[in-house]
């Protein structure tokens, strides 16, 4: 007769212990030793198996993830190996896309820093997301993508759905909302803008000239408020 026999109520609760003390185990492509995302996510408590990964850099229960740094991300879409593995990652029902570096580098902006027109950019990653169906995530560096993928694996399968609603849009939001229908206003820009003039009615009767002043170039979207429909 064994001591749990006698005493099942420390057999369960062993049960419990042992079961706590496992580590989740997740699949990580062996080119990833070369990142420090590993490390971290051994740090964090989790069990890292590198194997050659046809598709995807980790594998957490069954999500294929293709991590990108933001120049690998650029470099990958100027060789076309970006959207070859985008499609192989079509393999899985569930899948994710993360691109790393947000705080020491921009993905795109006005200026193109990177080469690319931030406008192809842009685009590539709306077809990512409603073509192919791939949830993008940014993270700022690799330890704000281990705590992602770290808590992808503590997920549970069954979550309770969210009762959702929509948002109704404060008076600046409003104002900034109205101004980023403009082609070539973004967020920062409409920003610009209603700091500057304080007002739509400033911004929409002030002369190009002023305009320019602050937006630059961008100021010449605001002529076709003067053309009849």
Sequence with gaps: MKIFDIFPKHKEKTKRITKTLEKTKILADYREKNSLVPSELISLGLEIEFRELKV????????????????DFISSMINHRLLK???????????????????EQELYNDENET??????????????????????IYTKNYEDT???????????????????????????????FILEGFPGIGPKTAKKLLNGFKSLKEI???????LKKIVGKKADIFKILDENY
């Design 146 to 176: 281990a705590k992602f993928i770290w808590i992808l694996s503590r997920k549970k399968e069954k979550e309770l759905p969210l009762k959702a609603k929509r948002k109704s849009l404060n008076k600046k939001e409003q104002m900034q």
């Design 56 to 71: 995807g850099d980790y594998i957490v229960k069954g999500i294929a993830i293709e991590r990108k740094t933001i120049s």
């Design 204 to 210: 929409f009767n002030a002369s190009l000239e002023d």
């Design 85 to 103: 593995q985008i499609e192989s990652l079509q393999q899985y029902p569930n899948k994710l896309l993360i691109i790393e570096g947000f705080e």
């Design 115 to 136: 080469g690319v027109n931030a406008n192809a950019i842009r685009g590539f990653l709306l077809s990512i997301s409603l073509k192919y169906n791939i949830p993008v």
